[in-house]
């Protein structure tokens, strides 16, 4: 049994008990799409007690839409999980597949390019010191290390919140003890057999984002039955291992993955049931930008001629009550999320 948020609505207002607010976000939707199988069907919201009532499974999944997200308390600084967050996105690599070289070696303009992204509203940086990208070579986690932790303690120094792109324990070691305040894995912490232990300690925030075959590399896969369910239960599975090795949910941030070991239709599935993943009861980080998929529907266009698809999908995220945008053009996606804010707040006043 799955539930996917559906007929969303401008206002709750004159709708009592036939909407219902999705994870204590801006939005409200009115029916369920209940996937069971090969069957679908559409539920409304007042019909739910009585359609879905005697279905302990279904109604965990409903609490779940429907709780609201707890703020993260990330040191002195607390991010409430009622809007979307743009996280910019900082690489330290050199072959990036979109911005890399020309900060690898310098920890103070790479430190100044984050300030730059905090000072045009990134509610965090997500730094990075190995590139991901399909065929990239692995790099030695004292490269790595070396890489990140200038950046980190001139970025937390300031009082940026940041989170730190690694897949490796011995990176996130050094990141937290400098003063990171959260890990992004890209292996869910299956990459490194001591991740998942050093991130419990911490107690810190951890992005679990779904590859096919971790372990392997964040590009494998051999395709999906159908894409949005096998990850969702994917990542459902991932969340209880994590939880059971006393990483409290609450400090579960979830990631479908967009791009990794996945095809344009399969991406594109994702992003169309976007939503459902809030079933999982965690907030939920949509990294889309400059993605392979938008030159694949745009003629090809190069990594840096991607700005409108990538705003596009940006967008798409807010409307599915996705809680982080992780974005590389953060001046443009935060301009975009306040004109989104501002037409749901012009929706709460009246029309």
Same mark, same amino acid.
């Given at each position: 049994?799955?539930?996917?948020?559906?007929?969303?609505?401008?206002?709750?207002?004159?709708?009592?008990?036939?909407?219902?607010?999705?994870?204590?976000?801006?939005?409200?939707?009115?029916?369920?799409?209940?996937? #069971?199988?090969?069957?679908?069907?559409?539920?409304?919201?007042?019909?739910?007690?009585?359609?879905?009532?005697?279905?302990?499974?279904?109604?965990? +999944?409903?609490?779940?839409?429907?709780?609201?997200?707890?703020?993260?308390?990330?040191?002195?600084?607390?991010?409430?999980?009622?809007?979307?967050?743009? &996280?910019?996105?900082?690489?330290?690599?050199?072959?990036?597949?979109?911005?890399?070289?020309?900060?690898?070696?310098?920890?103070?303009?790479?430190?100044?390019?984050?300030?730059?992204?905090?000072?045009?509203?990134?509610?965090?940086?997500?730094?990075?010191?190995?590139?991901?990208?399909?065929?990239?070579?692995?790099?030695?986690?004292?490269?790595?290390? #070396?890489?990140?932790?200038?950046?980190?303690? *001139?970025?937390?120094?300031?009082?940026?919140?940041?989170?730190?792109?690694?897949?490796?324990?011995?990176?996130?070691?050094? &990141?937290?003890?400098?003063?990171?305040? !959260? !890990?992004?894995?890209?292996?869910?912490?299956?990459?490194?057999?001591?991740?998942?232990?050093?991130?419990?300690?911490?107690? $810190?925030? !951890?992005?679990?984002?779904?590859?096919?075959?971790?372990?392997?590399?964040?590009?494998?896969? &051999?395709?999906?039955?159908?894409?949005?369910?096998?990850?969702?239960?994917?990542?459902?599975?991932?969340?209880?291992?994590?939880?059971?090795?006393?990483?409290?949910?609450?400090? !579960?941030?979830?990631?479908?993955? +967009?791009?990794?070991?996945?095809?344009?239709?399969?991406?594109?599935?994702?992003?169309?049931?976007? #939503?459902?993943?809030?079933?999982?009861?965690?907030?939920?980080?949509?990294?889309?930008? *400059?993605?392979?998929?938008?030159?694949?529907?745009?003629?090809?266009?190069?990594?840096?001629?991607?700005?409108?698809?990538?705003?596009?999908?940006?967008?798409?995220?807010?409307?599915?009550?996705?809680?982080?945008?992780?974005?590389?053009?953060?001046?443009?996606?935060?301009?975009?999320?306040?004109?989104?804010?501002? $037409?749901?707040?012009?929706?709460?006043?009246? *029309?």
């Amino acid at each position: 049994m799955h539930l996917r948020p559906v007929q969303f609505v401008d206002t709750p207002i004159g709708r009592d008990g036939d909407v219902a607010r999705l994870a204590g976000a801006m939005l409200w939707f009115a029916a369920y799409e209940v996937i #069971a199988g090969k069957q679908r069907r559409t539920v409304a919201i007042a019909d739910v007690n009585q359609v879905l009532g005697q279905d302990e499974a279904a109604m965990r +999944i409903h609490r779940a839409i429907t709780t609201p997200r707890a703020p993260l308390l990330l040191g002195e600084r607390v991010l409430r999980l009622d809007q979307p967050h743009v &996280a910019g996105i900082l690489n330290v690599t050199p072959d990036s597949f979109s911005d890399g070289g020309t900060l690898e070696n310098d920890p103070g303009a790479a430190a100044d390019a984050g300030f730059d992204m905090a000072a045009k509203g990134a509610s965090l940086i997500d730094l990075g010191g190995e590139s991901t990208r399909p065929g990239a070579k692995p790099v030695w986690e004292g490269d790595e290390v #070396a890489r990140v932790l200038p950046v980190v303690e *001139r970025l937390v120094k300031s009082g940026t919140i940041v989170s730190v792109d690694t897949r490796k324990a011995t990176v996130m070691d050094a &990141a937290l003890a400098a003063g990171a305040h !959260i !890990i992004n894995d890209v292996s869910a912490l299956l990459w490194d057999d001591r991740a998942l232990e050093v991130v419990a300690k911490a107690t $810190c925030p !951890i992005i679990l984002m779904h590859s096919p075959d971790p372990a392997k590399g964040p590009h494998g896969g &051999a395709g999906y039955g159908d894409v949005l369910i096998e990850v969702y239960d994917w990542l459902d599975a991932r969340i209880a291992a994590v939880v059971a090795a006393g990483i409290d949910r609450a400090r !579960i941030i979830v990631d479908p993955g +967009i791009g990794f070991g996945k095809s344009l239709a399969d991406n594109l599935a994702l992003l169309n049931g976007l #939503a459902i993943f809030h079933g999982l009861g965690c907030p939920i980080m949509l990294g889309a930008s *400059r993605k392979r998929l938008i030159g694949a529907l745009s003629n090809e266009a190069p990594v840096g001629e991607r700005l409108g698809g990538s705003m596009a999908l940006a967008m798409k995220g807010a409307d599915a009550g996705v809680q982080f945008l992780r974005v590389h053009d953060v001046a443009e996606t935060v301009q975009g999320v306040r004109v989104w804010r501002g $037409c749901k707040d012009q929706a709460l006043v009246g *029309r």
